[in-house]
């Protein structure tokens, strides 16, 4: 027998033990001891549930029950009331949570401790018949589809024959007698699907409640949930139960219930605000049953109430110094907090609030920092509908999740999984979302509903995933069954596009143009801030004065990685590129060489102007040279067509001579016409089929099986290349030195570094470094000028981690190549594996994630550090970097913060996210365990 407390009352529950408590849980007991208006409760902790889980079919073990009953003889004491007593009895509320908020997850059951004997407690107390069969009713749907596992279904049809029948249009319209009769027919409907009666022990209830939300921590909905968001058992383990003492919004027009946020949760903005439903209780406001109406409203209907609220409003902050998310009940004009959480907001309401939680006092900068996901950023950083495009709406509902997406409608969560996953970009529309249609959010692009306001279920989910959403589009009548939605007069079905508009709430037919996003103030103060804390630098992988220019307007302080040979591949340079590939000589591989330097040349000297001193990182010719010519196969097919055609040319050709051999008659009526199109037809064969140009094609396909490799990837590229070609390396290294020459020699800033890819051994970088020296004299001495640059290497080969000691005997930096060396390290190809197995490899847990998306810690990590050390050894000062894609990845950026590196090098639109990852490592640098 053990002592093992598993229930705390909210006065004595530890409210920093989320992990036992939950935070629903701990968040009760805080505000319980800090004097807030919470109805009297306990919680029973997510240890019990575990123990539960351990040995379910044996039911809540005895340490639990005794404890819970203890609990509940002290609730009676705290409320004078009796739970099963039927003069006054105590109804309770059970509602899961666990140490990570999943909203919408886990289930609650209202009322319980309601029978067919208490009831006339209450109808007695309250004199209201209507108000207690309206209790009843909620309890036994809950309990039946929560604790008994039956489905809403036939609830939610029996409640709208009654509806029907009373011609009535929502449950407010029902009277007590009709109220009534939803019970019945609800007790009915218990016994007939579960085949037993609706429990009427309070404790029976009670204790089955209390199962079932344990039970549903391994329910599919909160598994699903927290694979998508990673949530481990470190950080959250099993759910706790919160046992809590109901408080009525539902007991007449003196009474609500409402959700509210401590800040705007769409801007950001100082100010209270939520939605409330007059007689109602809370899953009223939650499932978007009725359309709340805004809290400002409350001001004016109970402006004592509304002040108690503001005080609530600013307690809760100046305590948890977070904005919150908190439900609230207001029972005949008192008002009870019912439960708070840190509110889940978009990035740009995170990032106002951050600033203004700081000039407030509320937090200090490194908080404002850490409390903004840099993921989240991304939100910022995607399109919105072009204000310039005229477009009509087709109706407006509620902007509940900003950001605007267009899709195929879909009415169903399942289908809108199917289409996403054959590539289909989906809406989901529904009249409301419940937690069963979580993997529908997933899929889909956006979320539209015609019921439901902006705390339903729908707004709150779409708003943490930052998916558009427009909730109780009221306009919009939805026929699941027959796959469409009618709006005025127009017939929306499934698989039509329709557009959404999350921050204004518009919903138009087809497809709206989307325009780029605007940086604001807000976020360049954020990231401003920064940039002040980390240490790690961040540059962006960038390859045309365009991209490099948008990489200095998002922040880069430098380009990391600029790929020369995705500057061949413009139209007018490909040709060239070409040329110099199927020269057969030195001298015509110089000349197009030649040609292509300018090009080279001028864009280098654009991107030193725009990054004006900041470090450029230019990488010397890397793929294969075969990358740059058509296929064999698109070839041969080509050729084949080819002469095809200049045979029917010919045979045209022939044409006159053929006609005035069978019909001169008729020859010479046309002899006009053909001879214009006979010499057309010579002209094109002249110009476009001559033999030598089909041979040109001929000696192309040739060069290409010649440059054909087994394993292009592993094959004669990079350095390999400027070894066996100098000429091409002796050019880009020409073209960088003389671009930095020209800029200097107006006066600009330069900071040219020449990056060697692929290099496995120091005698390769020595090859490349002789030209590199030479190149170097004769540019100072042509331009009279001193060009400074550094000379380094990519390492993505296994070999140069190994022999880093010696590579930096010659390299001044060291930039890691993450998805060769990736593909190194594990020996998987990248594109074979990801078609192939990799997905079957974290279905199993063979590997937690796919490498090339999540830098490989454990080994391509610890691969990494070796190289720093070695290296390091050899050349104390020696700058290290990251431009493969993990290098925009906060997790990647942490750990790269460990080893000591330099500097990050991503794509440009993560470069803001990058910056915030940043700082975040370097605040968080004492967590970092390295496993
Ligand atoms: C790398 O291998 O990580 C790299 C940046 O080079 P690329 O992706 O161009 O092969
Ligand atoms: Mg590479």
Redesign the pocket.
């Known amino acids: 027998m053990t002592n093992k407390k598993y229930v705390f009352s909210f006065e004595e529950g530890d409210s920093s033990d989320k992990k036992l408590l939950g935070g629903k849980g701990a968040n009760l007991c805080g505000m319980t001891q800090i004097g807030l208006p919470v109805p009297p409760g306990f919680v029973i902790t997510s240890e019990a549930c575990l123990a539960y889980l351990k040995r379910r079919d044996k039911g809540l073990q005895k340490e639990v029950v005794d404890q819970v009953q203890e609990e509940m003889k002290a609730l009676e004491k705290k409320t004078g009331k009796g739970f099963g007593d039927p003069r006054n009895p105590l109804l309770v509320s059970v509602r899961s949570g666990a140490a990570m908020s999943m909203p919408g997850m886990m289930d609650t059951i209202l009322n319980l401790g309601l029978n067919d004997s208490t009831i006339k407690g209450i109808i007695k107390n309250t004199k209201n018949e209507r108000f207690a069969y309206d209790l009843y009713r909620r309890l036994i749907q809950l309990f039946g589809s929560i604790a008994l596992g039956l489905g809403d279904e036939v609830f939610d049809d029996a409640f709208e024959e009654v509806k029907k029948a009373n011609n009535a249009s929502a449950d407010i319209g029902l009277d007590g007698g009709a109220m009534k009769e939803v019970c019945e027919r609800f007790l009915a409907i218990v016994e007939k699907e579960s085949g037993k009666p609706f429990p009427q022990d309070p404790y029976v209830q009670l204790y089955l409640a209390v199962e079932a939300v344990f039970a549903s921590w391994m329910g599919k909905r909160a598994v699903d949930y927290r694979k998508e968001f990673n949530i481990t058992p470190d950080m959250a383990d099993g759910t706790a139960v919160n046992i809590c003492t109901m408080v009525f919004g539902n007991m007449g027009e003196d009474c609500a219930t409402g959700v509210a946020f401590t800040r705007d949760p769409a801007s950001g903005e100082n100010r209270l605000y939520g939605e409330y439903m007059v007689n109602a209780q809370g899953e009223d406001v939650v499932a978007g049953i009725r359309t709340p109406s805004p809290i400002m409203q409350l001001r004016r209907q109970m402006p004592e109430v509304y002040r108690q609220l503001e005080t609530l409003r600013r307690t809760l902050e100046n305590h948890y110094r977070e904005v919150q998310d908190f439900e609230f009940t207001i029972e005949r004009e008192k008002l009870y907090c019912l439960q708070t959480r840190n509110a889940k907001m978009n990035a740009a309401a995170f990032i106002k609030s951050s600033i203004d939680m700081v000039n407030e006092g509320l937090i200090s900068e490194e908080k404002g920092l850490l409390r903004i996901q840099p993921d989240m950023l991304a939100q910022l950083l995607h399109p919105r509908l072009d204000p310039n495009y005229a477009a009509e709406s087709l109706a407006k509902g509620l902007p509940a999740s900003p950001g605007a997406a267009s899709g195929k409608v879909v009415f169903d969560a399942d289908r809108a999984e199917t289409k996403s996953k054959i590539g289909e970009k989906v809406i989901l529309v529904r009249e409301e979302t419940k937690p069963d249609d979580i993997h529908g959010f997933f899929a889909a692009q956006g979320v539209l509903t015609s019921r439901g306001g902006k705390t339903s279920h729908a707004a709150v989910v779409a708003r943490s995933m930052g998916r558009p959403c427009v909730s109780g589009c009221e306009q919009i009548a939805i026929d699941t069954a027959a796959r469409e939605a009618v709006i005025g007069g127009v017939v929306l079905r499934e698989g039509d596009m329709i557009t959404i508009d999350g921050t204004t709430g518009n919903v138009y037919q087809g497809k709206i143009p989307a325009i780029e996003p605007e940086f604001v103030d807000d976020l360049l103060m954020i990231l401003e801030w920064a940039d002040d804390i980390a240490k790690i630098k961040v540059m962006a992988?960038a390859d045309t004065p365009e991209s490099v220019a948008k990489a200095r307007k998002y922040g880069a302080v430098g380009i990391g990685?600029c790929?020369t040979?995705r500057m061949f591949n413009q139209p007018e340079r490909l040709p060239i590129v070409q040329e110099m590939i199927l020269s057969e000589s030195l001298e015509e591989r110089e000349s197009a060489l030649e040609r292509l330097l300018p090009f080279q040349r001028d864009d280098f000297k654009e991107i030193f102007k725009i990054m004006e001193g900041y470090p450029i990182t230019v990488?010397l010719l890397?793929?294969p040279i075969h990358e740059f010519l058509p296929s064999a196969d698109e070839l041969v097919r080509e050729i084949v067509h080819l002469r095809e055609l200049r045979k029917t040319v010919q045979g045209m050709a022939n044409l006159p001579d053929t006609l005035k051999l069978i019909n001169p008659e008729l020859h010479d009526r046309y002899s006009a016409n053909l001879e214009v199109i006979t010499h057309a037809l010579d002209e094109l064969k002249n110009q476009h089929l001559a033999e030598t140009m089909i041979e040109a094609k001929e000696s192309m396909l040739q060069k290409v099986r010649a440059l054909a490799e087994t394993n292009p990837m592993l094959g004669h590229r990079g350095v390999r290349l400027g070894i066996t070609y100098p000429e091409i390396y002796a050019m880009q290294i020409r073209a960088i030195l003389e671009a930095a020459a020209e800029y200097l020699a107006e006066g600009g800033q330069v900071s040219p570094e020449i990056m060697i890819?692929q290099v496995c051994t120091l005698e390769e970088l020595k090859w490349v470094h002789r030209y590199v020296k030479k190149i170097h004299k004769e540019v100072e001495k042509k331009f009279g000028i001193a060009v400074p640059f550094r000379f380094g290497t990519?390492v993505?080969v296994v070999r140069a981690c190994m022999r880093a000691g010696r590579i930096a005997e010659l390299a001044e930096f060291i930039?890691?190549?993450?998805?060769?060396?990736?593909?190194a390290t594990f020996s998987f190809s990248r594109e074979d594996a990801e078609n192939k197995f990799l997905p079957l490899y974290q279905e199993r847990g063979i590997l937690q994630h796919n490498p090339f998306e999540v830098l490989d810690i454990k080994g391509v990590g610890r691969l990494m550090m070796i190289t720093i050390e070695w290296a390091r050894k050899t050349r104390p000062d020696m700058k290290f970097g990251?431009?493969?894609?993990?290098?925009g990845h906060p997790d990647a950026i942490r750990f790269c913060h460990h080893i000591d590196m330099n500097y990050v090098s991503c794509s440009p639109p993560r470069v803001p996210i990058a910056r915030l990852a940043a700082a975040h490592a370097k605040l968080k640098e004492k967590e970092f365990v390295f496993i």
């Not at 930039?815 to 593909?823: A, I, M």
């Not at 990251?882 to 290098?887: A, K, L």
């Open positions: 992988n990685l790929r040979e990488r890397d793929p890819p990519m993505e930039s890691f190549g993450t998805n060769d060396l990736t593909q990251i431009c493969g894609e993990h290098g």
